[in-house]
Structures are given as C-alpha cells and as structure tokens.
Nanobody, 120 residues
C-alpha cells in the first residue's frame, strides 16, 4: 500500500486549499484517517480525525475552518482548509489505518507530506 498526497502550495491569508491523500495497492478498507502538520518548530501537531463510521474531530486551532472527508470509491481522504492563517503553515501529512485485502490485517500508513505556506 502506498499513499500519495497532493494539494499543498502557497496561499494568501484568508485563502483556501484542499489536500488529498490517495491510497493504492491491496486495500480492503480504509478505517480511520488522520491529518497532522509539522511547523517550523518541527513539532508534529494533530489536526483532524475521521473515523470509519463518519465521526470527525478537530484540533481547536482549526475547528470551524478545516473539514476532513473521504471518497471510498477513490480511496482518497481530503482536508479542506479555509480561512487559512500564517500559523497554519507547515508540512501536512496523512496517516491512514488500512485493512489489507490479502491478509485482512490493519496497518498504519503515512503519506510523504505536502508543504502548505500561508503568506502574503
């Protein structure tokens, strides 16, 4: 299984970006999905979670501005980011709990990370 992230870039404050995390390979199901970010201080910060049943949870710093969603048919998880602020800048990484279609075991996979820069 491999994860490929896309959608990062440079955006002005107040702007929007949508990040994508697409899984490929021997996938039976994607269970939980999480997004993290790592800022200039190199500390990894949890951003959002989407559980298999559809429940979502967000860090207080992004609540009301970010939305996590999924497209099961495309094996893709999204992070819609609105009203972006400079402090949202960082490398965003997805972490998916995936049940394989060969042995049906659940494993954790990480994307390669995508840079988001919010600056005027």
């Amino acid at each position: 299984v491999q994860l490929v992230e896309s959608g990062g870039g440079l955006v002005e404050p107040g702007g929007s970006l949508r990040l994508s995390c697409t899984a490929s390979g021997s996938i039976f199901s994607i269970n939980s999905a999480l997004w993290y970010r790592q800022g200039p201080d190199n500390q990894r910060e949890w951003v959002a979670t989407l559980l298999s049943g559809g429940a979502t949870n967000y860090a207080d710093s992004v609540k009301g501005r970010f939305a996590i969603s999924r497209d099961n048919a495309q094996n893709t998880v999204y992070l819609q980011m609105n009203s972006l602020k400079p402090e949202d800048s960082g490398v965003y990484s997805c972490n998916l709990e995936i049940r394989g279609s060969v042995d049906y075991r659940e494993r954790s996979y990480w994307g390669q990370g995508t840079q988001v820069t919010v600056s005027s």
